[in-house]
């Protein structure tokens, strides 16, 4: 379907031939949540804060680095977060399903596996989450829950809704699905209580900035080594994440020969994905690594990252938090 997300972003005819669909669609939306906020359709309340850290568009926008960085802040403030999610590619025979840092990604989905191994905060995975929010507060002394993405998910009543925008591709073409990449209008974000645009350097907003750390081995993570050790090397560069060319450019940056491996987002590997005919080192995103972690070699690696928002935004989140 690449020729489908290309032309969300890039000009291409096919986007008109789909505009009627996305028109129906927009409408359904706007009827869905009207239909919640008439109470026709039911909405679960808590009886602790939610907040929800989601997007407005299909793709990799760093929701993922936005909710670990949230839940620090929380912490730090002595709160006591629990973390919620869909578990979007996993497969569990029943829900909810709770999870750890060595859960296994193809149960409880690649992404949820990071945020329980970069917090340590309790997280359960369902399709409905309320019944995964329900669970942590029956079994973990959580004050607050966070729910990473679900901000079309009106089944859960919510305090605050965060929305993480990517600042390179912003909304494409924007148009709703499937002739663009917009779940919601991009009026639903004067709606929500804040907007975080992952990468820019606009003053006035709040802009979310991933910052690598040390390239680790996948087989052995007590090994280490700086980027600049790969530097002039080639290497094969593999992504399966929503928008790998950011990760692909990075590694340009930074001096590396690339050759971008692409795979689609959630991509459950196996040894023969990484089955190159050389002795290049092999480069991947964390949320591939942790998939990859069952048949590793000393010749695979991956580079963390971690987020930091400008303009004191874990401030005014604690302060509307303080206010609920």
Not at 47 to 53: L, M, S, T, Y
Not at 139 to 144: F, G, K, L, P
Not at 210 to 227: F, R, T, W
Not at 299 to 319: F, G
């Amino acid at each position: 379907m690449k020729w489908l997300t290309d032309s969300w972003y890039e000009y291409r005819a096919t986007r008109f031939i789909l505009l009627p669909f996305s028109i129906l669609y927009q409408l359904a939306v706007g009827f869905r949540r009207l239909a919640y906020h008439l109470k026709i359709l039911k909405q679960h309340h808590l009886n602790v804060p939610v907040i929800i850290v989601g997007n407005i568009s299909v793709g990799g926008t760093g929701k993922t680095p936005a909710v670990i960085w949230l839940a620090m802040q929380l912490k730090q403030a002595g709160y006591k977060p629990g973390i919620i999610s869909r578990g979007y590619g996993g497969h569990a025979d029943h829900y909810p399903q709770e999870v750890k840092s060595t859960s296994d990604p193809k149960l409880v989905g690649d992404e949820p596996v990071i945020i329980s191994q970069q917090t340590g905060c309790p997280m359960a995975v369902s399709p409905k989450r309320f019944d995964a929010a329900q669970f942590l507060l029956e079994n973990h002394d959580c004050n607050v829950i966070i729910s990473d993405d679900g901000l079309q998910h009106y089944a859960l009543a919510r305090d605050i809704e965060i929305v993480v925008v990517d600042g390179l591709r912003l909304f494409g073409n924007r148009y709703c699905l499937p002739a663009g990449p917009l779940r919601e209008p991009i009026i639903r974000l004067r709606t929500v209580d804040f907007v975080i645009i992952n990468g820019g350097n606009n003053a006035s907003q709040y802009v979310m900035t991933l910052n690598p750390g040390n390239v680790i081995n996948v087989a052995d993570g007590a090994v280490q080594k700086s980027l600049d050790n790969f530097k002039g090397e080639t290497v094969h560069a593999v992504a399966g994440i929503g928008h790998p060319e950011r990760f692909f450019d990075y590694l340009s940056d930074s001096g590396l020969i690339v050759e971008p491996h692409y795979f689609i987002d959630h991509h459950h590997f196996k040894a023969i994905d990484l089955h190159f005919d050389d002795d290049h080192p092999i480069i991947m995103t964390e949320k591939d690594a942790i998939k990859c972690r069952a048949f590793a070699t000393d010749n695979m690696w991956y580079i963390p990252i971690r987020a930091t928002v400008n303009n004191d935004l874990d401030q005014h989140i604690l302060t509307k938090l303080a206010g609920n």
